[in-house]
């Protein structure tokens, strides 16, 4: 397994600010975009920087780029760089990240859930 963690929630684990186990997976997890990453990469496989972008229609290149990198620095998602030119840099999951895949397939589970009662009840189209 990777060891890598971000620095800021290193120190927050060394500095005793974590009350329990659920507040380092959220750490890890928050993002607004973080667990659909995770999602594709887990299921579909890897995926290329410009194939994540047109996956979600509403990221900005600096906000894709930056959950990228903290998933990569906590050690849930590895970049390889293949040298070719023009250079092919892909993204999957490492073998850390794929034991998140139960919780975020679990979340996708209840929110298509949610969404059916939703409709059902007349609240959403």
């Known amino acids: ?16 600010e974590y009350h329990c186990e659920k507040e380092l997976t959220l750490s890890i997890l928050s993002g607004k975009w973080k667990v659909v990453i ?16 047109r996956l979600f229609e509403n990221i ?17 998602v590895s970049r390889k760089v293949y040298p070719e030119t ?4 892909e993204y999957s999951m490492t073998e850390l990240g794929y034991t998140l895949l139960p919780i975020v397939e679990s979340m996708y589970d209840w929110g298509k859930k949610r969404i059916q009662q939703l409709k059902e009840e007349g609240i959403i189209k």
């Open 86 to 89: 023009p250079p092919k840099v």
């Open 1 to 16: 397994m990777c060891n890598s963690l971000r620095e800021e929630i290193q120190l927050k684990l060394q500095n005793g």
């Open 38 to 53: 995770l999602w594709h990469l887990g299921v579909e496989g890897p995926h290329r920087f410009s194939d994540l972008q």
């Open 60 to 76: 900005s290149h600096k906000t894709l780029s930056n959950q990228l990198k903290e998933l990569i620095e906590d050690g849930i």
